[in-house]
């Protein structure tokens, strides 16, 4: 008489399943950060109190042509404003990179448009680690001689 075998179970659950998942997270996150990060070749103008933005804003990037880019995508004027109305309400933060060469007036009607729609947390991406040398005015009558 034959008898049938008895299967051994295994108990806790399959890592292959769990790999899966884990690696599929790893890359996931990988490409993700990859493309927040910004690719104009911006020369941003040098400020010593400059501090990190806030990594939710919406950034616009404004190129040395005069070039407005939001989120890596080229966009004009008008569609930026769609977004920044998005963005309001969301109450989400707007970071603006220009370059430094860029036309100050499309700097300003960038940063104008923002404030029509109500955005008041916005930020000016500038260049923190060159340190610009600010001198205090001397006071010239402030020194007396004390005898």
């Known amino acids: 008489m034959k008898f049938a075998r008895r299967q051994e179970t295994t108990s806790g659950a399959p890592l292959a399943p769990l790999l899966d998942v884990v690696f599929l997270l790893l890359i996931f996150f990988v490409v993700t950060t990859s493309f927040a990060e910004s ?49 309001h309400a969301e109450k989400r933060p707007v970071e603006i990179r220009a370059d430094r060469t860029s036309e100050h007036g499309r700097f300003v009607a960038v940063l104008d448009l923002a404030r029509r729609i109500g955005i008041e947390a916005i930020g000016i991406a500038v260049d923190a680690e060159a340190t610009v040398e600010v001198t205090a005015p001397s006071s010239a009558g402030a020194a007396t001689d004390a005898d």
């Open 39 to 87: 690719h104009l070749p911006l020369d941003l103008p040098e400020a010593s109190s400059g501090r990190p933005g806030e990594e939710s804003a919406l950034r616009i990037e404004i190129d040395a042509e005069g070039g407005i880019v939001l989120e890596g995508e080229p966009t004009t004027l008008e569609a930026l404003g769609l977004r920044l109305e998005e963005a």
